[in-house]
């Protein structure tokens, strides 16, 4: 008879399981529940369902018009999650995001009294739309909330609600009057999601379903709890070392100063990705693997998740810019002339065997 504490962990890895199981069952059912409002993007789905699994945050670049603000609504009523959403405008203060102290008179006693009033930040699913039209202290004052999980007013920690997914959009069209995201920042973001047009046939589907007055009815998927659980459990998917240093090389080999790195990164990067972004990829990766029914991570998963991790965690310099070459080339490149180890399977049974313990 195995101990009681072994019992215990037999038991909660087996609830794991049971967990990924059933999140990987309902995986198919949100997207098929998201397609009845939104056309395609399936790609945008998965990396922001990846990002959110991962406990990270994303910025979302496309033109206006490509439905980014139905698709995160959307999103979040699927996963019974909260939803704000903040027009960024150059007048916006840190204060109308995070919320204000105001002053209160208790009419019996004519006593006064300071009380926080939240802002709209206090939500699961925060949308900052347009985040380079604001002022860098605004930016900061956001930023600072996705890094800590709380706001600071008056010496008081406010806690922020759990899980908190904050999605910022920037328009790639539109530079005039705007405060672009110094890099420091933009490493914060675990993803970078590129949103591009349709496909004729898309959008199609797009025009006949928004120009008809139906509306096709939507059941919710999953709910706060069983994201965090799915957030907790993404930790302790097994990743083996093979797969983390290819996730290592991948990032190391954008570093210029590096030795033996790819002629592209010598010709046309400035400024290559920090540690973070190898964190990120295993991460991102882990999640991809859950979502993918498996409970072991591949190299295919790192490639796979390479380019939102990535694209903006490269600083071309001027030869690229001149070229034509964007980051998303220089990270094509380097997946096609890194070499995977050739041991990046692992038979299904034996990696749910390692996951439960």
């Not at 098929?32 to 395609?40: C, E, H, K, L, M």
């Not at 008081?156 to 908190?164: E, G, N, Q, S, V």
């Not at 459990?233 to 790819?262: E, F, K, N």
Request: hydrophobic share 40%; with cysteine; glycine share 6%.
């Amino acid at each position: 008879m195995a101990p009681e504490g072994q019992q215990h962990d037999t038991a909660e890895s087996l609830d794991d399981v049971a967990v990924v199981e059933k999140l990987v069952a309902s995986y198919d059912r949100l997207r098929g529940q998201i397609a009845r409002t939104i056309v395609g993007q399936e790609n945008v789905i998965e990396q922001l369902l990846i990002a959110l699994f991962c406990n990270g945050h994303c910025i979302l670049e496309g033109v206006p018009g490509l439905a980014k603000t139905m698709l995160i609504s959307t999103l979040s009523r699927q996963l019974s999650l909260s939803f704000s959403r903040v027009q960024f405008t150059p007048d916006l203060m840190p204060s109308d995001i995070t919320g204000t102290e105001v002053i209160e008179e208790d009419r019996g006693t004519g006593a006064r009294s300071l009380r926080f009033v939240k802002g709209p930040i206090f939500a699961n699913v925060v949308l900052a739309d347009e985040i380079n039209r604001t002022p860098p202290k605004t930016q900061a004052a956001l930023l600072e909330a996705m890094q800590e999980y709380q706001v600071t007013a008056a010496g008081f920690p406010h806690k922020l609600p759990r899980p908190f997914f904050v999605l910022a959009t920037q328009n790639p069209i539109e530079q005039e009057g705007t405060y672009p995201l110094p890099e420091a920042q933009l490493d914060r973001f675990m993803f970078k999601v590129l949103v591009s047009y349709p496909s004729e046939d898309e959008e199609f589907q797009i025009v006949k379903m928004t120009t008809s007055p139906h509306e096709a009815p939507t059941e919710r998927t999953l709910n706060a709890r069983e994201v965090m659980e799915l957030q907790e459990i993404v930790w302790r998917v097994p990743c083996a070392d093979h797969v983390i240093r290819y996730a290592m090389r991948l990032v190391r080999s954008t570093r210029v100063d590096q030795g033996g790195v790819p002629k592209i990164v010598k010709d046309y990067v400035a400024w290559g990705a920090g540690p973070r972004a190898s964190q990120y990829l295993v991460l991102a990766g882990k999640a991809r693997a859950i979502l993918k029914g498996r409970y072991f991570v591949s190299t295919e998963d790192i490639r796979e998740v390479a380019a939102p991790v990535l694209r903006h965690r490269i600083l071309t310099n001027f030869n690229a810019e001149a070229d034509g070459v964007t980051s998303d080339a220089i990270v094509r490149k380097l997946i096609e002339t890194l070499p995977a180890d050739a041991s990046t399977t692992l038979d299904e049974s034996l990696a749910r065997r390692v996951f439960a313990g």
